[in-house]
């Protein structure tokens, strides 16, 4: 079983920039396949970006290339997301998950889950 805690949400101006951080109980965080999703409200929960347990695959939402990056630091039994370039449509609460890793992380069905830290992005 894993507990997660999200931290390292709040408000920045639109163009500004935060990392979410995610950290994760248990000896057995290096087995898991990590990924973060956004919820913004009236809205459906979007994923964002995942990481293989070694850290070596990522897999992300083309509406967040190049301005979003997830990593993982197995030894702080810790996942990041790094965000630029933040846009008011950004503003969401942000949740970071782990699953089982199969070898495919567009596959990874994620069972558990933080309880999510609010980001939001003023113009």
């Known amino acids: 079983q894993v507990q997660l805690v999200e931290s390292g949400g709040g408000s920045v101006q639109d163009g500004g920039s935060l990392r979410l951080s995610c950290a994760a109980s248990?000896?057995?965080?290096?087995?898991?396949?990590m990924g973060w999703f956004r919820q913004a409200p009236g809205k459906e929960r979007e994923f964002l970006e995942a990481?293989?347990?070694?850290?070596?695959?990522?897999h992300y939402a083309d509406s967040v290339a190049g301005r979003f990056a997830i990593s993982r630091n197995n030894t702080r039994n810790t996942v990041y997301l790094q965000m630029n370039n933040l846009k008011p449509e950004d503003t969401a609460v942000y949740f970071c998950?782990?699953?089982?890793?199969?070898?495919?992380?567009?596959?990874?069905?994620?069972?558990?889950w933080g309880q999510g830290t609010q980001v939001t992005v003023s113009s």
């Open positions: 248990g000896r057995t965080f290096d087995r898991y396949a």
């Open positions: 990481v293989s347990p070694d850290g070596g695959t990522i």
């Open positions: 998950a782990a699953g089982d890793y199969t070898g495919s992380l567009s596959r990874t069905e994620y069972g558990y």
